[in-house]
């Protein structure tokens, strides 16, 4: 069996449309660790349905600014509502269970558990039937996981992945990783999908072809993307607004093209990275690709397990299910 990526479309047919997800709104958010801002009273909102990047160099904040949105982090103050809710301080499962999904940078498939199971996890929260009923096989828990296989397999054939179900996650090529993790984030029925980094470490063509998909999850599900992502071109291309910080600061927001034209912007890239400014700014306009993730696996390669999420994520002095305190950031539990 080959383990490629296709470059050929995603079935777009096999999902219903649901209707437009809440807005997700991040409200004058300020994160700080030991002394240092991180995020500095960052605003902007990802509207129903749309595809919204965060960029920025390294160090300006993205990553933090994503934890926070999928309760690893707490704020310092500031909000962040989908709809009507409040999302501040809300542990993970409860922020998921809500209809934020997320996909993490640092894969931990397991070698053992295949496609389908890895997949199914992401069900785990709205299976309705209780442990005692699934353990004796009531025919109401045999009907409720059929459902569950069912769409599990639907979102599957959607991703491209139906050949791998039966093949062990962790044993995939890194891009099909990827996949996996996006299918099992799709498989909780999200509102809003946080991707982090989706295509790092990927080949051209498997970029081109999770690109494709993240465009099919808007169009074809309706889904709200927000991610963060390094490599311009695909930003620029995928997204319909573009939040820039810099330093935890937003230096400019926009549709891409504004965004790419702003001088702050360009400053910004041009003036980070001590000897790679020539690397950045050629990034930032999205034409040659100069950056790669040195540390990402290479393609036809499974990627280490790393565990995630990524454990340089907890606050440092701070155990990782502690409770912050005195106005810094922290783990929400
Ligand atoms: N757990 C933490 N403890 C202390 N400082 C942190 C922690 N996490 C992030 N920081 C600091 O906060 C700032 C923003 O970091 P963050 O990782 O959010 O940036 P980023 O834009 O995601 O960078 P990159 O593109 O390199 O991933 C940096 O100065 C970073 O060192």
């Known amino acids: 069996m080959s383990h490629e990526v296709s470059g050929t479309p995603t079935d777009t047919t096999v999902l219903d449309t649901p209707p437009a997800p809440p807005r997700l709104e991040v409200i004058d958010l300020t994160v700080r660790f030991a002394g240092l801002t991180a995020l500095d009273g960052v605003s902007f909102a990802v509207e129903p349905g749309s595809i919204h990047a965060v960029i920025g160099p390294n160090g300006a904040g993205k990553s933090t600014c994503f934890n926070v949105l999928s309760g690893v982090y707490r704020a310092t103050s500031g909000s962040v509502r989908l709809g009507e809710r409040e999302l501040t ?21 397991s070698d053992h558990a295949t496609v389908a199971d890895t997949m199914l996890l992401g069900r785990h929260r709205l299976t309705r039937t209780g442990f005692l009923a699934a353990g004796l096989r009531l025919p109401s828990a045999v009907r409720e996981e059929a459902r569950h296989h069912e769409r599990m397999r639907e979102i599957a054939a959607f991703l491209g ?7 062990p996650a962790g044993i995939l090529p890194y891009g099909l990783q990827k996949l996996v993790e996006l299918g099992r984030a799709l498989c909780m029925e999200p509102e809003v999908l946080l991707l982090d980094e989706p295509i790092a470490g990927m080949t051209p063509t498997e970029r081109r072809h999770v690109a494709g998909v993240i465009a099919a999850v808007r169009e074809n599900l309706g889904v709200s993307v927000l991610l963060v992502e390094h490599d311009m071109g695909v930003v620029m291309r995928l997204a319909d607004t573009v939040t820039v910080l810099d330093f935890g600061r937003r230096i400019a927001h926009g549709d891409p093209e504004r965004v790419q034209n702003d001088p702050e912007v360009a400053r910004a890239y041009l003036g980070t990275n001590g000897g790679a400014e020539t690397s950045s700014a050629t990034a930032f306009t999205g034409t040659p690709e100069p950056k790669t993730d040195p540390t990402a696996p290479p393609a036809g390669h499974p990627a280490p397990d790393t565990g995630a999420p990524e454990a340089s994520d907890t606050p440092e002095g701070s155990p990782p299910d502690g409770p912050s305190d005195g106005g810094e950031a922290g783990a929400t539990r």
């Open 89 to 109: 301080g809300l542990a993970p499962e409860r922020i998921a269970a809500l209809g934020v999904a997320r996909t993490f940078q640092n894969l931990a498939l």
């Open 161 to 167: 992945l139906e050949r791998y179900l039966g093949v």
